[in-house]
Nanobody
Framework: QVHLVESGGGLVQAGGSLSLSCAHS????????MGWFRQAPGKEREFVAA???????DYGASMKDRFTISRDTFKNTVSLRMDSLQPEDTAVYFC?????????????????WGQGTQVTVSS
């Protein structure tokens, strides 16, 4: 069964950087779009960034100038480089992919989700 495997989370001080990676495992999956969401304790899941197979990208409002999403089309992997991290970026970060090429902040377009990786930013 196809699933997503995330890596790269951890603890970092405010102002620091982290990179997350996500790869498909367990079989083939028609990937049109790959993205990242996050969820902080007591808050709703929030769109972080997404990129489709044509390299169209979109970012959440507070991430655009600090985060960079990239993908390896042949390997069906996606990475997220996060710079200038702040305590409010603390959350579980989820990788998600979908067959459509629509780059959207709506979870509806993402049909396969990872288990999440914790990112903690200390002040």
């Amino acid at each position: 069964q196809v699933h997503l495997v995330e890596s790269g989370g951890g603890l970092v001080q405010a102002g620091g950087s982290l990179s997350l990676s996500c790869a498909h495992s367990g079989g083939e999956f028609d990937v049109g779009v790959m993205g990242w969401f996050r969820q902080a304790p007591g808050k709703e899941r929030e769109f972080v960034a997404a990129i489709n197979r044509y390299d169209k990208m979109d970012y959440g409002a507070s991430m655009k100038d600090r985060f960079t999403i990239s993908r390896d089309t042949f390997k069906n992997t996606v990475s997220l480089r996060m710079d200038s991290l702040q305590p409010e970026d603390t959350a579980v970060y989820f990788c998600a992919t979908g067959p459509s090429t629509v780059v959207s902040a709506l979870p509806y377009f993402y049909t396969l989700w990872g288990q999440g990786t914790q990112v903690t930013v200390s002040s």
